[in-house]
């Protein structure tokens, strides 16, 4: 029924910037909240951003300042701008959509950031 499609991850130096993106398809629902989750190595799966239909943003506490999480309701796709960007900021980085109390995920994609 839907699909989450992501892009952008890859290897970057300390202080450098990424650009994520996710594309959702098939059902969409008008009233939605999606946003971005990570996986460290040794770690559980934690909010890195989240955004609603009408533009309400949430970030963890970790990437104030650094990340910003946008989205175009015409394309139901997701973008994660992440600046200044920090070895602590490698993980696995998953697009996830909230709709009519079911969640969905994307494949996840992997970000790394070099010292």
């Known amino acids: 029924q839907v699909q989450l499609v992501e892009s952008g991850g890859g290897l970057v130096q300390a202080g450098g910037s990424l650009r994520l993106s996710c594309a959702a398809s098939g059902s969409i629902f008008r009233t939605n909240t999606m946003g971005w989750y990570r996986q460290a190595l040794g770690k559980q799966r934690d909010l890195v951003a989240r955004i609603t239909n009408g533009g309400s943003t949430n970030y963890a506490d970790s990437v104030k300042g650094r990340f910003t999480i946008s989205r175009d309701n015409v394309k139901n796709t997701v973008i994660l701008q992440m600046n200044d960007l920090k070895p602590e900021d490698t993980a696995v980085y998953y697009c996830?959509?909230?709709?009519?109390?079911?969640?969905?995920w994307g494949q996840g994609t992997q970000v790394t950031v070099s010292s």
């Open positions: 996830h959509l909230l709709q009519n109390y079911f969640n969905y």
